[in-house]
């Protein structure tokens, strides 16, 4: 799960998807974001601005990824 400073909410379930949802005035639905394969959402992330920020394993330990969303 992660927030925005525009007022959604994203949640991921591991897959490379992100379903984003408009908090007020009531909880609904926006759309679904397909990222691309091999995106780590099974791990921390933000969402920051239109960009998202994952921590994914690499060779010297973790590292911040960012990768644009798309904007609506």
Do not use: C, M, Q, W
């Amino acid at each position: 799960l992660a927030t925005d400073g525009e007022g959604r909410l994203y949640v991921a379930a591991g897959a490379p998807r992100l379903a984003r949802f408009a908090l007020t005035p009531s909880l609904r639905k926006i759309d679904v974001l397909e990222l691309a394969p091999g995106v780590p959402l099974d791990g921390p992330f933000a969402v920051v601005g239109n960009r998202l920020r994952v921590v994914a394993a690499s060779d010297r330990g973790h590292e911040i990824r960012s990768i644009e969303l798309s904007k609506r």
